[in-house]
């Protein structure tokens, strides 16, 4: 019987050596597409046992944080809930939803790209997450909600030195400790990087760059500012229909004279104004440290809702150059345009992440300031900053002026709805001090019935650097 | 050296690796090594000790390793049970006591096990009876659909078929030490193949009715499988005819099939096993347990999560997210922690086990004593087959235990009475001189 035995025990080896092969097949060959089944839990419930790091606000305010949720468990809270919804966003893993800074930031929070953590992490009872110190300024941001006082509409302020974002506030805004409540004034759309807004007169700016910077124009060259004139066959006036005849470009920026800027323009042609968009950061997603799906893309649309390609001979260049013509754009992209001026020319990357700290307070990152684009020559932009003080000196922005602190600007009123109606986009974009620019701030508010960007967006503007300077900003 | 030197050395890793399994439990439960693995190993290494002393005294010329083989399976299913359930861990411990009071008694009362010959069939009726116990009113339940358990109320919970199938393996080895021959020999050819005389061809029938009546009565593949496995292995290795396997698996397969699309718990188990990841996934009885049990091999990869760190409860609850882990689902706990490598070293020590069992059978020097070698040694390894193939998904997932490594003191009772049966086969074979 013993060659039978010995058979026996080859058949038994077989059938051993299939539970081995299926147990290599779980574990390695369909291991990946296992653990991302949607039916298996278990990489949520890993993810959920780890204690995530903290947001925090620069002067170190708890913007998220974790607290036990049971069994061993995590969940998100949010202190400040809608003061900072839209910056820090929420994570809520149990539903699979995540946005803002807690999405973008997500792998520091987690602590999965810093050394100790990610080697020891399977040995130590919890896992616990980098701390995330941001840029933001809770009181200056409160100043924002104050200062916009439930109108819609969106406030961002960046230090344009560095590109630090210090105010990003939207209303409306939501609880991000509940990002699914649905009420009326409860969205989780994120109006100061995600909307698309005619920037008005504040585009002037832009076109007073590429005018300037190109050489074909300087601040003392004369235009006639006539009213109405035909621009791509379609008469345009001033405000009022008011005639200037001619006058230099510093006037017409300071009374913000539509005629003269949408004939700058058309002159300048398509090429050029588009390459000095492209280089103030138009036609691509801003460079924040923000989910990209969260970011809009701020350029011109054909009546049709379909985004010209740069430079499309289709485009109404003239009125696109007093901030018309289907150019839709976020608040972020027009903050960025103020802070490139501000800073000399030199556009410096916007970021709400300033530094990563771990569990032992060692700082383990730090986001050092980076360079976007050198947008024009320090000469222009020194132009550019006299002009845009002559606004709020004496043009259209003097409600921004400061007591004591000089301050450069620009007001937009965008019509909006359709013609003849007084629907009206306010805009104001500025910083300040003149000099030695600290702040850079960009305002909107959303179709006010006939309000001017000088009244209802400067003022908001104002209070903002006002409180951001008070900081020692 | 002599053989139980060498028993005594192989003891020497199992007590480490019970102490160094509680050892990393307790590290990760509570961050600190305390002296209690220490205990636990002291404790252990004392029960393996008395039990060597018991074979030292009764079987001197018995197999080294079977013993040492069984320790390092039991102490590393006592650190898995106990990392799953402390309490139960504790009561575990206590049926190894038990199941080692069994294992010396049934060395001492059956010192020669072949008058065991002589109460086969009592030995055969006792164990059909057990096996439909579970269908009695009153004292058998169903789990999970299929009925395994008796319940005497009051006094204590077991699985029946854990002790029928060391009855049926000794009637059996009895039964073909008498027919072998007769159904080689006596058979006709047909179409070339050689069937048995009709009425020897009896007892094989009734073998594969009583695999059915398994399932049909308790619903359970796993227990029909075993059983059937078990007795066509001792078939081939008495008649060395390849014919009566085939036949056997031929009219398993059809029977199975049959039932299997014919009672609905056994077709609910097929159907899980082959759609595991699909509706069935939700419905009451349906594939949640394989399912997660799959899930929880690939969260453990090669190496394992480590000890401790497979989730067992849905966190903040105390739902099951693995049911049953430490009965049917250990060996997917098993693998969750200590991975495929982990894993693959349980399989091989249960292999290394058969394989001293049938060097037993080989060297024994009378038929009945091989037979049974081979049935207890076979029925042992296709146990382990049913369900750890049940829980990779080889096979529909059906509860029996992983021997001596899964809670259960019908288990481990019933599986140290067939480690004795085993080395007093061994012993006997061994021995210098022919008692």
Not at chain 1, 140 to 148: G, R
Request: glycine fraction near 10%; charged fraction near 10%.
């Amino acid at each position: 019987m013993t060659s039978q035995i010995v058979r026996l025990f080859g058949l038994i080896v077989v059938l051993f050596a299939l539970l081995i092969f299926f147990t290599t097949r779980w574990t390695v060959i369909d291991a990946s597409k296992l653990d991302n089944s949607s039916l298996n839990r278990l990489t949520l419930i890993q993810e959920l046992k780890i204690k995530r790091g903290r947001i925090l606000a620069d002067d170190g305010t708890v913007l998220a944080r974790s607290v036990p949720a049971g069994g061993g468990t995590w969940k998100r809270s949010y202190p400040t809930g809608p003061l900072f919804a839209q910056a820090v966003g929420f994570s809520n893993l149990a539903q699979g939803s995540a946005a803002g800074l807690e999405l973008s930031d997500g792998s520091y929070t987690r602590g999965l790209q810093t050394g100790l953590n990610s080697i020891f992490g399977q040995l130590t009872p919890t896992r616990v997450g980098d701390d995330v110190y941001t840029t933001l300024d809770p009181k200056a941001q409160q100043v924002a909600v104050q200062q916009l006082g439930g109108q819609v509409g969106s406030v961002v302020a960046l230090d344009p030195r560095t590109g630090a974002i210090k105010v990003m506030y939207a209303n409306p805004s939501y609880d991000d400790n509940n990002p699914t409540a649905a009420g009326p004034n409860v969205t989780t759309f994120n109006r100061s990087t995600q909307a698309g807004y005619p920037p008005g007169s504040t585009f002037k700016v832009v076109t007073a760059t590429a005018a300037l910077d190109s050489g074909a124009y300087t601040p003392n060259s004369t235009v006639n500012g006539n009213s109405p004139v035909t621009i791509s066959g379609v008469p345009l006036s001033n405000d009022g229909n008011q005639s200037w005849g001619n006058v230099d470009l510093t006037t017409a920026l300071t009374y913000s004279i539509n005629t003269v800027w949408a004939q700058v323009a058309e002159h300048l042609g398509r090429a050029t104004m588009t390459n000095y968009m492209q280089r103030f950061g138009f036609y691509s997603k801003p460079p924040l440290d923000y989910p990209p799906d969260e970011l809009n893309i701020s350029r011109p649309f054909a009546p049709d809702g379909r985004a010209y390609p740069p430079g499309s001979p289709n485009e109404d260049i003239g009125r696109i150059g007093i901030g018309q013509g289907g150019l839709l754009v976020t608040p972020l992209q027009m903050a960025m345009v103020a802070a490139a001026v501000a800073n000399g020319g030199k556009l410096m990357v916007p970021h709400m992440t300033a530094r990563v700290v771990n569990t032992d307070g060692v700082t383990v990152k730090t986001i050092t300031p980076s360079v976007y684009n050198q947008v024009m020559k320090p000469s222009t932009a020194q132009e550019l900053t006299q002009m845009m003080r002559n606004v709020v000196e004496e043009g259209t922005g003097t409600a921004a002026q400061l007591g004591g602190i000089s301050v450069a600007g620009k007001t937009g009123t965008a019509s909006i709805g359709a013609p003849g109606s007084n629907l009206t986009e306010p805009w104001f974009i500025g910083f300040a001090p003149i000099g030695d620019p600290k702040v850079a701030v960009a305002v909107t508010v959303e179709k006010t019935q006939g309000g001017f960007g000088g009244t209802v967006a400067a003022p908001i503007a104002k209070n903002v650097i006002q409180t951001l300077l008070s900081e020692g900003q | 050296m002599s053989a139980r030197n060498r028993e005594l050395l192989g003891l020497i890793p199992a007590s480490l690796l019970v102490t160094a399994g509680f050892a990393g439990v307790f590290i990760q439960r509570s961050n600190v090594l305390s002296n209690v693995s220490l205990t636990y190993g002291a404790i252990f290494l004392g029960l393996c000790l008395a039990g060597h002393v018991v074979i030292r005294m009764t079987l001197p010329h018995a197999d080294p390793y079977m013993f040492p083989l069984v320790a390092a399976l039991a102490s590393f299913g006592l650190v898995m049970v106990y990392r799953i359930d402390t309490t139960l861990a504790r009561q575990q411990a206590q049926w190894f006591v038990v199941g080692l009071i069994l294992f010396a008694f049934t060395i001492i009362a059956f010192r020669d096990y072949r008058k065991l010959e002589r109460y086969r069939y009592t030995i055969v009726f006792v164990s059909l009876g057990l096996l439909v116990l579970p269908r009695l009113p009153g004292l058998g339940y169903a789990a999970n659909g299929a009925y395994l358990g008796v319940r005497i109320p009051g006094l204590f919970v077991f699985q029946p078929a854990e002790f029928a199938k060391i009855g049926l393996v000794i009637f059996l080895a009895s039964y073909l030490r008498d027919t072998r021959q007769v159904l080689v020999t006596g058979g006709r050819r047909i179409l070339g193949v050689t069937l048995p005389p009709i009425k020897h061809f009896g007892p094989i029938v009734v073998i594969w009715g009583l695999a059915m009546l398994i399932m049909v009565l308790l619903h359970d593949i796993g227990s029909s499988l075993m059983f059937y496995g078990g007795l066509l292995a001792m078939l081939y290795v008495a008649t060395g005819r390849i014919s009566f396997v085939v036949i056997g698996l031929l009219a398993f397969a059809l029977g199975a099939w049959y039932l299997g699309t014919h009672i609905a718990h056994v077709n609910a188990r097929v159907e899980d096993w082959l759609h595991p990841f699909g509706q069935l996934y939700y419905k009451p009885l349906g594939s949640y347990q394989i399912a997660n049990g799959i899930f929880a091999q690939a969260a453990g990869g090669m190496f394992g999560q480590g000890f401790g760190q497979s989730v067992l409860t849905i966190p903040g609850t105390h739902a099951a997210l693995l049911p049953a882990p430490q009965t049917d689902m250990i060996y997917a706990v098993i693998t969750d922690e200590v991975g495929l490598f982990g894993a693959t070293a349980v399989l091989i020590v249960y292999l290394m086990f058969v394989a001293r069992g049938f060097k037993a059978a080989i060297m024994a020097r009378d038929s009945f004593s091989t037979l049974l070698a081979v049935g207890l040694s076979a029925i042992f390894a296709i146990q382990v087959f049913v369900i750890v193939g049940g829980v990779t998904r080889v096979i529909p997932l059906t509860g029996v235990t992983l021997p001596f490594i899964s809670y259960g003191g019908s288990s481990i009772i019933a599986n140290f009475v067939l480690l004795a049966l085993l080395l007093l086969v061994s012993d006997r074979a061994r021995s210098p001189v022919t008692p």
